[in-house]
């Protein structure tokens, strides 16, 4: 099993900064990318970004490419979801999820809200 535990979340102003963290205990060697998702009011989920668990290649949705940046922390099995230049559209539950060869989790949620 893997544990995912979400932090970092909260209330900002339009044209600012949040940084998410998701740290993960138990079976990490299995993981082989860990994502981020956000679910908006009313909306699917919708993938955000990913990077890869044993390396640093990320990806990221063309709808926070150069907003958000993904980085990993390997000491403190961490993965930080950078954003910067909030827009209130941005405003969601993010989420975390850690997948791999036989092994797909989720973390709680945290709120991000964007306000104008």
């Known amino acids: 099993q893997v544990q995912l535990v979400e932090s970092g979340g909260g209330l900002v102003q339009a044209g600012g900064s949040l940084r998410l963290s998701c740290t993960a205990s138990g079976r990490t060697i299995s993981i082989s990318y860990m994502k981020w998702f956000r679910q908006a009011p009313g909306k699917e989920r919708e993938f955000v970004g990913r990077?890869?668990?044993?390396?640093?290649?990320?990806y990221l949705t063309d709808s926070v490419k150069g907003r958000f940046t993904i980085s990993r922390d390997n000491a403190k099995n961490t993965v930080n979801l950078q954003m910067n230049s909030l827009k209130p559209e941005d405003t969601a539950v993010y989420y975390c999820r850690a997948t791999g060869r036989d092994l797909d989790y989720w973390g709680q949620g945290t709120q991000v809200t964007v306000s104008s």
């Open positions: 990077i890869l668990w044993s390396g640093s290649s990320t």
